[in-house]
């Protein structure tokens, strides 16, 4: 007996655009697409077995799924296929399980010329240009509206980095904004950090000292995924003057012009820690520079001020430190870093494990410098990032996106 349940793909797994089944083939361990397009490719006969979404298979996407990778037989065969009236294809195996696909779920996986896998994002490198570049995006429009809330969303993705003007100069207002893009993650240093220049600082932050551009935290196991830097009073014209890095692009430069040193960090373990007597210790090793299985770099972890004594072969300890001080003077080069003067009102919004952020010192005799800081984690602004591109650009919903320091 037929098991008439259907397969369906949910909208926000759209192509670019609509392709059409032209014709199918079966090829016994494969099934050969091709679209009115002319685009063609191939499909593993066991992963589209494992593909289907029926009732009784259950659904991946909400995790109300039943069929297991080991209920599909290495050897599962179609026994029949064809395309539908409606243009889905319709596949009865060989057990009688009858499956079907939508030519959109089809084209997405079997690619043109059946190059598989979902497409990975490039981001846009930057330097001291990012200026004329630079992502801008009202309060109001941010808050009231999911329009300009996607847009900044895309300049996040793109640049790792951008600007929330118009934001009231008033406590309350940090996370009003900060919660549009995710759940804000509370630490040990709470929900929000008043970063207030004091004589017992706690933290650098705290303190009217220079900082070099810097990963905020790298000591936790998972780091701060983006952070929300909102100006009550800055001082401008005292100093203070915020620097931005982008990681990902001096990673680059060190690959090309010091291969060697950029191997050191992408594959050996660099120990970060933080002490707070009686109150918290932290301490995590993870690589300086995280690639995913491409090579492409993902994620950047890096603070001078965290440093732990680090372990190593005493031949080898000399190389890891010259590694580290090469990426150091890279990111303290000028023409590497993005300047701005934050003034009362403004947000910066960016992503701690790609854009590394200092500033330069100022003298607090002169001003009161006050800001507020919080945390969000990265799969949460990614995660609206793709809620909102289902609604409006649904082909950018299912890239790759870079997932961070993960190792």
């Known amino acids: 007996m037929l098991d008439m349940q259907m397969h369906s793909v949910p909208a926000g797994r759209a192509l670019e655009a609509p392709r059409s089944l032209r014709s199918m083939r079966n090829e016994g361990p494969h099934i050969a697409v091709e679209f009115d397009d002319g685009s063609a490719g191939r499909l593993s006969t066991r992963w589209l077995r494992l593909a289907c979404e029926c009732g009784i298979c259950g659904d ?8 297991t990778p080991a209920d599909v037989p290495a050897d599962i065969r179609a026994a029949s296929i064809e395309i539908s009236t409606s243009g889905t294809m319709d596949v009865v195996w060989q057990d009688g399980h009858f499956s079907r696909f939508a030519a959109s779920f089809l084209a997405a996986h079997a690619g043109r010329g059946g190059d598989f896998g979902a497409p990975r994002f490039q981001p846009e490198l930057w330097n001291g240009d990012l200026g004329a570049r630079l992502g801008r995006f009202a309060f109001d429009a941010v808050v009231e509206g999911d329009a300009a809330l996607f847009q900044s969303l895309r300049a996040l993705r793109d640049h790792g980095i951008a600007m929330l003007t118009g934001v009231p100069a008033e406590p309350e207002a940090t996370l009003r904004v900060a919660g549009r893009y995710g759940p804000v993650r509370e630490t040990s240093y709470g929900k929000v950090f008043d970063l207030i220049s004091r004589p017992d600082a ?45 990681g990902f ?13 950029f191997d050191l960090l992408a ?72 300047r701005h003067q934050l003034q009362p009102g403004e947000v910066l919004v960016f992503d701690n494990q790609r854009v590394l952020h200092g500033r330069t010192e100022f003298d607090p005799t002169l001003a009161v410098r006050h800001l507020r800081s919080c945390n969000l984690d990265r799969d949460g602004v990614h995660s609206a990032f793709r809620t909102l591109a289902r609604r409006f650009a649904p082909e950018e919903a299912k890239a790759v996106l870079y997932q961070g320091a993960i190792f």
């Open 267 to 338: 594959r050996h373990g660099v120990t970060f820690h933080r002490e707070h007597a009686g109150d918290v210790f932290f301490s995590a090793e993870a690589h300086v520079i995280s690639l995913d299985a491409s090579g492409a770099v993902t994620g950047i972890r890096f603070n001078d001020r965290c440093l732990a004594p680090q372990t190593g072969a005493v031949d080898e300890i000399d190389g890891l430190i010259e590694a580290l001080a090469e990426l150091t003077r890279l990111i303290c080069d000028p023409a590497n870093q993005f």
């Open 249 to 261: 692009q001096v990673a680059e430069r060190m690959r090309t012009n010091s291969p060697e040193l």
């Open 60 to 67: 991946t996407a909400s995790g109300k799924r039943w069929l």
């Open 202 to 246: 706690r933290v650098a932050g705290e303190t009217a000292r220079a900082q070099i551009p810097h990963t905020d935290e790298p000591f936790r196991y998972s780091p701060p995924g983006f952070i929300f830097f909102h100006a009550i009073r800055t001082g401008a014209g005292s100093g203070g003057t915020s620097l931005m890095v982008d």
